[in-house]
T-cell receptor
Framework: NAGVMQNPRHLVRRRGQEARLRCSPM?????VYWYRQLPEEGLKFMVY????????ESGMPKERFSAEFPKEGPSILRIQQVVRGDSAAYFC??????????????FGPGTRLLVL | SQQGEEDPQALSIQEGENATMNCSYK?????LQWYRQNSGRGLVHLIL?????REKHSGRLRVTLDTSKKSSSLLITASRAADTASYFC??????????FGEGTQLTVNP
């Protein structure tokens, strides 16, 4: 049973380009979460999605960032017109979504974005 | 200060010793979870303790939760060099989002 998959593992972009980060949840999981981790810091919540629905995007910057979790395929975190401050590790987590709250979230290996 | 603060920020011990890390938080929670992160890697879930639980064990790990003091501790007994990692507490309040602390960097010297 594969865990949470993220790709790419490392992504280098120049300022102004777009970054697309992908996350495939664990098999059978319908809830996806995105977190961002700056160097030497803890993870900060960005967005919580279920299939075709954004449940909580209170941690997402208002501009340039968007996320989706389509009916088919991986969840995508999209950052438009990247700036140096977007350089961070972006982690995706998933949970089954079958038992309401208090489910363990299983994390992927992360995508490390470097903006030059 | 923020929800989920760990202390100490860094801890260095010898193999075989016990390691204790603490976490404090500010708001009411549904549960508190501890995660481990090796350098440059993803997070590994260690243990979840619900707000109505006081203590939980998993192998060499022991977690306590004191909701009156809004604090939790993670004890790793008989530490090994392979336990070297950053340890984060995360609280779940509502809506399933987790709020992480800044982490404790544990170094276990062989």
């Amino acid at each position: 049973n594969a865990g949470v998959m993220q790709n790419p593992r490392h992504l280098v972009r120049r300022r102004g380009q777009e970054a697309r980060l992908r996350c495939s949840p664990m098999k059978g999981h319908s809830h996806v979460y995105w977190y961002r981790q700056l160097p030497e810091e803890g993870l900060k919540f960005m967005v919580y999605l279920q299939k075709e629905n954004i449940i909580d995007e209170s941690g997402m910057p208002k501009e340039r960032f968007s996320a989706e979790f389509p009916k088919e395929g991986p969840s995508i975190l999209r950052i438009q017109q990247v700036v140096r401050g977007d350089s961070a590790a972006y982690f995706c987590a998933s949970s089954p979504g079958t038992s309401g709250a208090q489910e363990t979230q299983y994390f992927g290996p992360g995508t490390r974005l470097l903006v030059l | 200060s923020q929800q989920g603060e760990e202390d100490p920020q860094a801890l260095s011990i010898q193999e075989g010793e016990n390691a204790t890390m603490n976490c404090s938080y500010k708001t009411s929670i549904n549960n508190l979870q501890w995660y481990r992160q090796n350098s440059g890697r993803g997070l590994v879930h260690l243990i979840l303790i619900r707000s109505n639980e006081r203590e939980k064990h998993s192998g060499r790990l022991r977690v306590t939760l004191d909701t009156s003091k809004k604090s939790s501790s993670l004890l790793i007994t008989a530490s090994r060099a392979a336990d070297t990692a950053s340890y984060f507490c995360a609280t779940e309040t509502s809506g399933s989002r987790l709020t992480f602390g800044e982490g404790t960097q544990l170094t276990v010297n062989p």
